[in-house]
């Protein structure tokens, strides 16, 4: 999203008009996902922190994401895509929300690209909340805490427990920062920084990021052998 604004502040327009061109962006990246043959892609489309962004922005991209969903699911669903949505749900109108749940309903048994949107959603309140829940799970079962498979079993809350960790994290717009996206998924996560601005980023520019993400000597902190 910064990427959207400083978009339309190069050319001297509001930074609604970014993130109108960004919508734009996502229809491409969606699409140049199943070309490529991607099976998991996530965007991150709504941060727990943008809501602190003027009255006028946040209602803006509010009303994009409802022309996205009202203009791109049937697409979605004809293009064999399986979309499905991450982030706490109870601060969207209800009318959003049944548009979120209608486009995970009608695409839920397609099975090319899985998409994954990131809406109102933070890594940190993504880990206080599997924390949480896995307390209380343990509690209810009498179980005591303790370290066994305690990493899985802690991936079962969270909200990608259904996904697997990304590969690769491709951060526009010339940032450098995580900005907290998937705190606990990325750990092993190849990072690709290109200063293409999101409403740009073009097929080529994911392209260069698979291929320079395909050339990376991925260890997992152990040693390769030969």
């Known amino acids: 999203m910064d990427g959207n604004g400083r978009w339309a502040k190069q050319r001297s327009l509001p930074r609604t008009a970014g993130h109108r061109k960004g ?14 043959g991607i099976e998991y892609l996530t965007l991150f ?25 009202r203009s ?3 697409e979605l669903h004809r293009n064999n895509v399986r979309m499905t949505m991450i982030g706490e749900r109870a601060a969207f109108s209800k009318d959003l929300l049944e548009l979120i749940e ?26 206080i909340r599997a924390a949480s829940d896995m ?7 009498g179980i005591e805490p303790n ?8 991936a079962s809350h ?11 994290l491709i951060r526009t717009s010339g940032e450098q920062r995580i900005s907290n996206f998937l705190l606990w998924q990325c750990a092993y996560t190849e990072f690709v920084y290109t200063d293409t601005l999101w409403p740009d980023f073009q097929k080529s520019d994911m392209q260069a990021a ?3 993400f395909q050339h990376r000597d991925r260890r997992f902190g152990a040693i390769k052998t030969v």
């Open 23 to 36: 919508i734009e962006a996502c229809k491409r990246t969606v699409r140049a996902a199943g070309e490529i």
């Open 135 to 141: 307390a209380l799970a343990m509690k209810a079962q």
């Open 72 to 74: 791109e699911t049937a």
């Open 102 to 127: 209608n486009a995970e309903k009608l695409t839920a048994e397609n099975d090319g690209l899985n998409l994954t949107i990131a809406l109102n959603y933070g890594g940190r309140d993504e880990i």
């Open 45 to 69: 489309g709504f941060s727990t922190e943008n809501w602190s962004r003027p009255a006028d922005e946040v209602n803006e991209l509010m009303r994009l994401l409802r022309m996205y969903l």
């Open 210 to 212: 698979i291929d320079e």
């Open 147 to 154: 370290f066994d498979n305690a990493q899985e079993h802690f």
């Open 158 to 168: 969270l909200m990608t427990k259904d996904l697997p960790d990304p590969d690769i």
